[in-house]
Nanobody, 127 residues
Framework: QVQLVESGGGLVQTGDSLRLSCAVSGRPSASVAMGWFRQAPGKEREFLATISVSGSATYYSPSVAGRFTISRDNAKNTVYLQMNSLMLEDTAVYSC????????????????????WGQGTQVTVSS
């Protein structure tokens, strides 16, 4: 079992930055590929970013590429999502997800590939 706990959400203004954290427990984070997703009210879950076990490979949704950065610190069993230039449409519940894998460069954008999910953290962007 893998447990994921997100933190770092909150209320910010347009143009602000925010860094989300996802603490991984239950197994070493160095054995799971990770992804960040979000879901706004009335909308489907949206893929944002994914990072491989080693951190050597990343992939972003075009909607956030260039503004969001995913990273990980396996020594701290934590994955991050740095969000810059936040916009009103970034308002959503943000969740991290984990996929156990032995592939050091494997990344996944399909939410169906993820076995474990955090409870989510709310990010609200106001004007």
């Amino acid at each position: 079992q893998v447990q994921l706990v997100e933190s770092g959400g909150g209320l910010v203004q347009t143009g602000d930055s925010l860094r989300l954290s996802c603490a991984v427990s239950g197994r070493p984070s160095a054995s799971v590929a990770m992804g960040w997703f979000r879901q706004a009210p009335g909308k489907e879950r949206e893929f944002l970013a994914t990072i491989s076990v080693s951190g050597s490979a990343t992939y972003y949704s075009p909607s956030v590429a260039g503004r969001f950065t995913i990273s990980r610190d396996n020594a701290k069993n934590t994955v991050y999502l740095q969000m810059n230039s936040l916009m009103l449409e970034d308002t959503a519940v943000y969740s991290c997800a984990a996929h156990p894998t032995s592939g050091p460069s494997a990344i996944y954008s399909n939410p169906g590939m993820y076995d474990y999910w955090g409870q989510g953290t709310q990010v609200t962007v106001s004007s």
